[in-house]
């Protein structure tokens, strides 16, 4: 049974600030990790997705993996108000199946 | 921008009684996908769907579930006879293709389902 285990939060950052949110998978063979944004009663939205280890940037995001030690990261640089959401770590392992992760909720103090 | 649909936002309907919930997946994807999340659980994935038949399932998919592609644009989830634990939200999602260079979905809006 995969898994994807995220801290379920709160994480409160104060506006401007970098939120770190951290996710870990189970399986060595997940080869596509998302994040997605989730606002209260709505479907998730995708924000960035990484197949490779290292760094990838997209705007104010970034995305880390590092397959070594099953670990994937988003980065949000000069947090606003409107980025106040549950985040959401996924995987997929190459078939269509995504596996989620419960969710970091992030609040961010204006 | 070409966006998954669904209807109905929320549906109510009592215990042992059959549901569908329907969805028009963006017109040139190829995978169609179910999931559900009920309250403040994880998203789960119930079941994908690729040439007209069921491509994947997971353990929750049981035989109270099915799929159907009934026309050209169409989605739909039946469950045969629900029950109060299938109340939770109900994602359709639509990807254009499986491959896992391009393995990305698109959600659509959510229906609730309220079982009484």
């Known amino acids: 049974q995969k898994e994807v285990e995220q801290n379920s939060g709160p994480l409160s950052v104060p506006e401007g600030a970098i939120a770190s949110l951290n996710c870990t998978y189970s399986?060595?063979?997940?080869?596509?990790f998302f994040w997605y944004r989730q606002y209260s009663g709505k479907s998730p939205e995708l924000i960035m997705f990484i197949y490779s280890n290292g760094d990838k940037e997209d705007g104010r995001f970034t995305a880390q993996l590092n397959k070594a030690s099953q670990y994937v990261s988003l980065l949000i640089r000069d947090s606003q108000p409107s980025d106040s959401a549950t985040y959401l770590c996924a995987e997929s392992g190459g078939y269509q199946k995504v596996t989620f992760g419960i969710g970091t909720k992030l609040q961010v103090i204006p | 921008e070409p966006e998954v649909t669904q209807t109905p936002s929320h549906q109510v309907t009592q215990m042992g009684q059959e549901v569908i919930l329907r969805c028009v997946p963006i017109s040139n994807h190829l995978y169609f996908y179910w999931y559900r999340q009920i309250l403040g659980q994880k998203v789960e994935f119930l079941v994908s769907f690729y040439n007209n038949e069921i491509s994947e399932k997971s353990e929750i998919f049981d035989d109270q579930f099915s799929v159907e592609r009934p026309d050209g644009s169409n989605f739909t989830l039946k469950i045969r006879s629900t029950k109060l634990e299938d109340s939770a939200m109900y994602f359709c999602a639509s990807s254009p293709q499986g491959e896992v260079t391009a393995d990305t979905q698109y959600f659509g809006p959510g229906t609730r389902l309220t079982v009484l």
């Open positions: 399986d060595r063979g997940s080869q596509s």
